[in-house]
RNA sequence: GCCUACGUAGCUCAGUGGUAGAGCACUUCCUUGGUAAGGAAGAGGUCGCCGGUUCAAUCCCGGCCGUAGGCUCCA
C-alpha cells in the first residue's frame, strides 16, 4: 500500500498509509482528540470522519466545540431523535430535520401528537441508541435505488424529497443500526459521539412551511460536545427569559393588555407614556434637524384611497374590516403613506419645494393573525415613526443616505450595536403578481440604492424576493430576548405610487415629473421599538428614557419634611423624581428602589438635613457619598440632556 | 389562521368532585431604623367566559375567549 501526506492547519506534515480516516489520524495524535473528533474536512470540503483518504490531502479534524463540528453533531442529534421516534411509533413517517442555530429539529407525520411527557420518552430511547455506539455509515445511491429504499421502507415523504432532488446531484444516505435517513451529510462516526443533549419543545409545523400542507409534528432539542456547554446553553435560555419584554413590561409597568380592550391592542400605563414621550422628543429634534414637517391625519379613510394605493387588493385580509358610513366604506388605516401622498397634493409643488419631507407618528392598525401576536413586538394598533420624503431623482441619493445616517445615528443614542441592514430586492419571477410590474424601474431604482449605500460606506447583504410591492427596501433586523427576529426600522424606496396618486412637481424647464417617494420609520413603531428597548436594557433605562429618574428615600421619618421639600425641588428642576413615604427601614427602601430599576436613589438622614445636601446611590455603582443638592441636579439635567448611555453591571 | 400546552388574589404560584390557600405587593398599627427584606393585624377571588355531566363542578366533558411555544404571514 502506498503512503500519503497530510497536512494539518498548523501546516505541519505527517505521513500514512493510504487509506486512513480522519478519524484514525487523529486517533494517531491523541485519544482525546479522537475521542472528541465527529467530522473532518478534506481539502476544504466538509466530510464524515470516517472516510478513507487516498491522495495528499489538507485535513482539518473538528471537534464539536468548533462551529463546523457543532452543526454536524446538531445534525446528528436530530437524526438520533428520528431514530428513537421511529422506535417508539414505528407507523410515523421522518420528514425532515435539520441543524439550526444551536438547535436542531425534527418533523415527523405522527398518528396523534408528542406530548411534553413523549419528550422525556424520546429522550430516554435516545440515550439507550447513544450508548449503543451506533456506526454511522454513510452509501451513495443512484436515484432509482433511493427512490426504491425509502419506498421499501415506506416513507413516502422522503420518496417525494429525492424526486425533487436536482438529477445531477449525488443522493446519500445514513445508517445508524435499523435507521436509514436520506442525507447529505456529514455525520458523527458513530451515535456514542452524541452525549449531552436535551429536548427542548414541541409544536406543528406545516409540511414543506406551506400552511395548505398537512401540519407535521415538529420537535426541538439541542446538544452540546460537553455537559458544561450545554447546562451554559440552558442557563442562557433561563436569562433570556428575565430579560423578556413582556415580563419586565409587567414588572416595570410600562404596558399591559387586557382582554376587554382585546388581543394585540396594547395600553400604555403612566410609564410607558415617559417613554413614548421621551422617544417623540427625540424624534422631533432630530427630524427638525433633518429638514421634516411634522404633519396630523386621521386614523380612517375611505376604501378608494387605498384601492388607488394598492393596499386594498394586496392586505385586504389583513387590514381592519369596513364600517359602512353614510353607505360609503371606510377603513382603519393599516399605514400612512396614502395620507400623506393626500398632504403632498394638496398644493402645487415645484423643484424648490423639494425635498419635501413630512413626519407623524401615525397610529396605524393591522388585523394581524392571532397567531402572530407577540408582547408589543406584534401587535395589532401601533404608533409609527413614520415619514415620507419626496424628492427628485438627482436627490435621491443624499436623501437616502441622509435617512440612513438618521438611523445610525439613532443606533448610536441606544447602543445598538447588535442588528443586520438587508437590502431587500425583488424576484423578477413576481413581477405583476407580488410586485409592481415595472421591470426596467426595479432595476433602475435598486442600482441607485446600491450605489447610494456603498457611496456612504453603510454595510448590507441582498435579499431577493423580499422587497415591497412599490420597491426595494433597507430594512434593520433585531432579535428578541428570547432568539425572534424583528423587522426593527425600514426605509423603502417607492417609485410607483407617487404616480398612481399623480404626484408631481414641476421642474427647471417648467416639464411636469413625478418625485421618488422614501418611506422611512428608523425608530420602528413605539411598541415594537420599546418592546426592543426593554430587552435591550434589560429594564434599566438610560436616564433620559427611566420612567422615575431619581427617588428620595428618607432614612427615617424625623427627615420626611426634607424629603418632601426635595422632591418639589427635583421636580422644579425637571427630574421625575418618587418619594418613598413608607415607615420602612432604609435598606428595604433601597430594595424595592433596585428591584423597580430606579436609576438615581437619593437618601437623606439628618445628617443631610442639617448641611443640606444628599447621599447618592446609583444603580450598579453604589453608594457616591454626600454632595450639595445642586451638584447632583445640574449632573443629572446634563445626562438627561446628553441622553448618556446606562450604566452597565459590566462597567 | 393552523398544531400543542396553559388560564386560581395586583404579581409569582400551591390545591381539591362537597363553593379555596401561600409568599410578595396593598391598608392600618407598632418600630425611627444609614445603603438590597423589622414586627403584627387587616383587606383582597363568581377559580377566564358559556354550556353539559352530577345530589353537588374551580376540579370531569364540550364550545368560546385569552396567553405561551412553534408553523405560516408581515405594506
Known sequence: MSEITITLPDKSTRTYQSGVTPLEVAESIGSKLANDTVAASINGVLSDATIPLKTDSDLNLYTGSTIEGHEVLLHSTAHLMAQAVKALWP????????????????????????????????????????????????????????????????????????????????????????????????????????????????????????????????????????????????????????????????????????????????????????????????????????????????????????????????????????????????????MNCPHHHKIYAASPKSYRDLPFRIAEYGTCYRYEKSGQLFGLMRVRSMQMNDAHIYCSKSDFDEEFLDVCKMYLEYFEIFGIDKYEMRLSLHDPKDLGKKYINEPELWLETEESVKIALKKGGVNFTEIPGEAAFYGPKIDVQVWSAIGKEFTLATNQVDFAIPKRFNLTFTDKKGIEQTPICIHRAPLSTHERFIGFLIEHYGGDFPLWLSPTQAIILPVSEKTLVYAKSLKKKFIAAGIRTKLDERPEKIGAKIRQAEINKIPVMVIVGEKEAAEKTVSVRRRFIGDQGSIKVAQLLKTLNNEHKQRSQPYRESQ
Not at 414637517?293 to 393596499?311: A, F, N
Open 91 to 334: 407507523e410515523s413517517q421522518i420528514t425532515i430535520g435539520p441543524a439550526i442555530k444551536n438547535r436542531f429539529y425534527y418533523d415527523f407525520d405522527i398518528d396523534g401528537t408528542i406530548s411534553n411527557e413523549d419528550l422525556q420518552k424520546i429522550e430516554n430511547k435516545m440515550q439507550q441508541i447513544a450508548k449503543e455506539d451506533l456506526q454511522v455509515t454513510r452509501k451513495e445511491l443512484s436515484r432509482n435505488e433511493a427512490i426504491k429504499l425509502f419506498k421499501d421502507r415506506g416513507e413516502k415523504y422522503k420518496v417525494e424529497i429525492i424526486e425533487q432532488i436536482d438529477k445531477t446531484d449525488k443522493i446519500s444516505a445514513y445508517t445508524q443500526g435499523d435507521f436509514i435517513d436520506l442525507c447529505r451529510g456529514p455525520h458523527v462516526p458513530s451515535t456514542g459521539k452524541i452525549k449531552h443533549f436535551k429536548l427542548l419543545s414541541t409544536s406543528g409545523a406545516y409540511w414543506r412551511g406551506d400552511e395548505n400542507n398537512k401540519m407535521l409534528q415538529r420537535v426541538y432539542g439541542t446538544v452540546f460536545s460537553t455537559n458544561n456547554e450545554l447546562k451554559e446553553y440552558l442557563t442562557f435560555l433561563e436569562e433570556a427569559k428575565k430579560r423578556d419584554h413582556r415580563k419586565l413590561g409587567k414588572e416595570l409597568e410600562i404596558y399591559t393588555f387586557d382582554d376587554e380592550v382585546g388581543p394585540g391592542l396594547p395600553l400604555w400605563l403612566p410609564n410607558g407614556g415617559v417613554i413614548i414621550d421621551a422617544l417623540e422628543e427625540l424624534a422631533k429634534e432630530s427630524e427638525t434637524r433633518h429638514g421634516y414637517h411634522r404633519v396630523r391625519s386621521p386614523h380612517l379613510s375611505k376604501g378608494t384611497l387605498y384601492e388607488k394605493s394598492g393596499h386594498l387588493e394586496l392586505y385586504k385580509e389583513s387590514m381592519y374590516p369596513a364600517m359602512d358610513v353614510d353607505g360609503i366604506e371606510y377603513y382603519v388605516k393599516p
